[in-house]
Each structure stands twice: as C-alpha cells, then as structure tokens.
C-alpha cells in the first residue's frame, strides 16, 4: 500500500520558521516530481511548491517564493518544505503529493499528482 505520511505542523507566531516532512512507503517515488499543496479553511486547494527527481529543478507559488524552501532526498524516500518568514495568511492543512508520471517536467496542477498524504496543520498566529 502506497503512503505518504507528513509531519512537522504546528502553531508558530508570524515571522517564525517550520520545516515539513512527507515520508513515502510502499513504493519509491524516486523518479516522479513530488509536490506541497495546502489548503486553507474556506478555500480551495492551491500549489505550494513542487521539486523534480533530481532535486535540481524546484517550482514555487509566488506567494511562498523566497520565504520556502522544498527539498529531497531519494534515499530515504523524503521530501521537505521548510517555510520562513511564516505569515497569517500560510495558515492551512499542508498535503504531500506525487506526480503519478514518472517524468522530469514540474506540473503543479492537482489532477497531475496521483498519490496524497492525509495532511498536516499549519498555523501561524499573528
């Protein structure tokens, strides 16, 4: 059974730093383009970031550039998101996702991404 689990949420003030883990079982996803969504309460779910299998091409949402910062590593099958600078507005329930493609192209539309973690909360308070 394929699984992505994250970790790693948690309430942080504004101005503050987290760092995200989604850890995949069942298969690797060493050749697919893995991805952060979030979701915040009232709205629909939108691209965070996204990284290539290599780690040396990464996407990011114009609202988190320059703030996060996504990264792997194939060999434990882990992909990160550390965000800085957290603000209000990056409260959400913050979703690991694969590329059900194995290909080297970022997408960061949602029907792309076949497999999903259950989520993690993020809450920054201002």
């Known amino acids: 059974q394929v699984q992505l689990v994250e970790s790693g949420g948690g309430l942080v003030q504004a101005g503050g730093s987290l760092g995200l883990s989604c850890v995949a079982s069942?298969?690797?996803?060493?050749?697919?383009?893995m991805g952060w969504f979030r979701q915040a309460p009232g709205k629909e779910c939108e691209f965070v970031a996204a990284i290539s299998w290599s780690g040396r091409t990464t996407a990011y949402a114009d609202s988190v550039k320059g703030r996060f910062i996504i990264s792997r590593d194939n060999a434990k099958n882990t992909v990160y998101l550390q965000m800085n600078c957290l603000k209000p507005e990056d409260t959400a329930v913050y979703y690991c996702a694969a590329d059900g493609a194995p290909i080297s192209n970022i997408r960061i539309g949602i029907p792309f991404y076949d497999y999903w973690g259950q989520g993690t909360q993020v809450t920054v308070s201002s």
């Open positions: 069942g298969r690797t996803f060493n050749g697919n383009v």
